[in-house]
């Protein structure tokens, strides 16, 4: 996506260790109307799916995913980070490992808010070494809902997530594709 493309030319800048940081307009400030932008272009790509359910994990990708659920008219759920070991049977969990954090984390879902009937679109913010998609997969699939696809604004397609997931049959639509990020900040698109 041109316009996304752009922005991240613009306001993006490169960190150490392959770290993108666009607080400026996605991750701590956020550009609405970028988002709306984006979300129209989720919404064309996915709209023959009847989809019943956007699923993101907090923090980050709550924003896109909320107007990402105005185009669909379906409730956004979001995946919640607990610290707790003991998960009781009432909710679905996964392990993530965080790329930008280089801990692990549970997320959990509640058993009430995703259902076997569910069509289920998940959306995040940056797709990298692919665990954070893993583990909102994996809850799709321990929930007997059906996963359509994944919507991802920024895809760093030289960490090894995208290729991962696709292969295992999952749908999965970026709307940026970066092929490089360099030490002189230098940001090189697929
Ligand atoms: P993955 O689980 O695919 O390795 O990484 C996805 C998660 O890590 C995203 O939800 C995002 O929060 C974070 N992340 C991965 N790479 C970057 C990056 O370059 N910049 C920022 N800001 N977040 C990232």
Known sequence: MKLL???ILRDGKVKEGGILKVDAFLNHQMDIDLFEEMADELYRLYVTENVTKILTVEASGIG??????QRFKCPVLFAKKTKTKNIDGAVYSAEVESFTH???YKVIVSKDYLLPSDRVLIIDDFLANGAALSGLAKIVNDAGATLVGAGIAIEKAFQPGGEMLRKKGIRIESLARIKSLREDGGIEFC
């Open 102 to 104: 280089g801990t692990t």
């Open 5 to 7: 493309e752009e922005r």
């Open 64 to 69: 896109i995913a909320c107007i990402v659920g």
